[in-house]
């Protein structure tokens, strides 16, 4: 063993190479499964047919593949380094968006950039994780406790999900303000630091209601009552709670399904999705993709602990936190537990930026795997 590490730095040929070994490949079958199992609903969704949906998104898989393996090489030096950028970057696009995005469904949320539509929200929760991993590495426990030092963070956060909720999108403004509550309870936030937060939050919820569009306060009055309106604004959540009890212990059989392959179900390509797998494989097949879901955040949740710089447990952490927030809301979304909102299931969801930057998300989570035993000099982002 001593032989082969002194190989490894004899010989910088092999870097690459033992960067590779050090991949956690059983955690990429894992991202490999889900993204089949995605490509094989699509093909349902289609009507059994690779077009428009299986095979745009198998490619987009292939690319964010690459990309992910390639992130995963990334030393955290350097992901320090750019987490800065990325941060600017994703709020320059934000702010793109409100003057010149594309309108879809209500609200702007996308841009197009080279004949590509991107939703650049997507991209500013994995930039938001980076550079709140940055941030908080380099503070010691004491500058923790002083309200002083939290303050640049806390706008790093607000300014984000006030351009969000500006495009409308409340449910990804959500997310965005759940992975840095996250992030700073994980940091190292006193009690009655957190209390302090709490304490305003029925206020903020009332204020935040009032401002709401009027399409926002019809789902929430749709989530607690949807049977008033069966054909209009309650359709959704009915017509998505019939497919999930139809599909029984079993389900109906792949291509089967008869509220998905009728077109009773709608977004059953992106939105609610989750629904035609219940429909056509039933509670096993539904449990079978939770399951999925749960070892990939439980994965994540594992390579932040075994991470030994506090920058790659902060990036670990920040990225199995937005994995985990996106599943909780699609599914209790679908489910009828909360007001139906534009969040996809990801990985299995069509989507282009979606399936992109979860996978960006990925490399990163991989690169403080990768990079688990490398120690850092936090204070200015050096290796030690």
């Not at 969000?164 to 959500?174: D, I, M, Q, R, S």
């Not at 992030?183 to 029925?202: D, E, H, S």
Request: hydrophobic fraction near 55%; proline fraction near 5%; charge should be positive.
């Amino acid at each position: 063993m001593r032989f082969h590490k002194r190989l490894l730095r004899a010989e910088p040929s092999f870097r690459l190479m033992a960067k590779l070994w050090r991949i956690s490949w059983l955690y990429v079958l894992l991202i490999c499964a889900l993204a089949g199992v995605g490509y094989v609903t699509l093909y349902s969704a289609a009507g059994g047919v690779p077009y428009p949906f299986a095979a745009p998104q198998a490619a987009r898989f292939a690319v964010g593949l690459v990309l992910m393996v390639t992130i995963a090489m990334l030393p955290p030096r350097l992901l320090m380094r750019a987490s800065w950028g990325m941060y600017a970057l994703s709020l320059v696009l934000l702010a793109a968006v409100l003057h010149m995005g594309h309108v879809g469904k209500g609200a702007e949320r996308w841009l197009m950039i080279g004949g590509l539509q991107v939703q650049p929200s997507e991209f500013a929760k994995i930039a938001l994780v980076a550079v709140l991993a940055t941030w908080f590495s380099r503070m010691d426990y004491a500058r923790m406790g002083n309200p002083l030092w939290l303050i640049p963070p806390a706008f790093m956060v607000l300014v984000p999900v006030g351009l969000v909720l500006k495009e409308p999108n409340l449910g990804t403004a959500v997310i965005i303000g759940g992975i840095g509550a996250s992030l700073f309870f994980t940091a190292g936030m006193r009690l009655w630091q957190i209390i302090l937060l709490v304490l305003p939050l029925p206020s903020l919820v009332q204020f935040a209601y009032g401002h709401l569009h009027d399409y926002q306060k019809a789902r929430i009055t749709t989530f607690l009552h949807p049977e008033n309106d069966p054909l209009g604004a309650g359709y959704n959540i009915i017509q998505s709670k019939i497919a999930l009890g139809s599909g029984g212990m079993w389900g109906q059989g792949y291509l089967h399904g008869s509220q998905g392959q009728l077109n009773f179900l709608p977004e059953k390509q992106t939105d609610f999705i989750f629904t035609m797998i219940a429909e056509e494989w039933g509670f096993i097949g539904a449990a079978t993709v939770i399951a999925l879901l749960v070892l990939l955040i439980m994965g994540g949740m594992i390579m932040a602990i075994r991470c030994r710089n506090r920058f790659g447990r902060l990036i670990a952490l920040g990225i199995s936190m937005n994995f985990f927030f996106y599943c909780l809301v699609n599914l209790s979304m679908v489910m009828g537990a909360i007001p139906v909102g534009g969040v996809p299931l990801p990985l299995v969801s069509y989507g282009g930026s979606a399936m992109l930057n979860v996978m960006l998300g990925f490399g990163l989570l991989l690169s403080t795997w990768v990079h688990r035993d490398t120690r850092l000099d936090e204070s200015n982002g050096r290796t030690a």
